[in-house]
């Protein structure tokens, strides 16, 4: 069993970076590969990024490449996502949530979800 709190969402200018964090309760954190998504209102959940247990691979979906990096601290069962360049597009409730096996890109394939941090960027 893993539980996960998201912190360090907020309202930041166009441009101007924010980093989050996800703090994960279980001695088995570095068994799972760990993404992050979002959703915005009247939209479904979306991919943003994933990161193996390991932390040596990650990828990213188109609309975050380069602006967004994904790391983890496994002695500290914590998770980040650095987010630099931010876009009023990127406004979002952000979650973590841990790959249970299958498609990083695909919710259904995730459990332990946080209960997620509000990013909102303003023009």
């Known amino acids: 069993q893993v539980q996960l709190v998201e912190s360090g969402g907020g309202l930041v200018q166009a441009g101007g970076s924010l980093r989050l964090s996800c703090a994960a309760s279980g001695r088995t954190f570095s068994n799972y590969a760990m993404g992050w998504f979002r959703q915005a209102p009247g939209k479904e959940r979306e991919f943003a990024a994933v990161?193996?247990?390991?932390?040596?691979?990650?990828y990213y979906a188109d609309s975050v490449k380069g602006r967004f990096t994904i790391s983890r601290d496994n002695a500290k069962n914590t998770v980040y996502l650095q987010m630099n360049s931010l876009k009023p597009e990127d406004t979002a409730v952000y979650y973590c949530?841990?790959?249970?096996?299958?498609?990083?890109?695909?919710?259904?394939?995730?459990?332990?979800w946080g209960q997620g941090t509000q990013v909102t960027v303003s023009s």
């Open positions: 949530a841990a790959n249970l096996g299958g498609s990083y890109r695909n919710t259904d394939n995730y459990g332990y």
């Open positions: 990161i193996s247990g390991g932390g040596l691979r990650t």
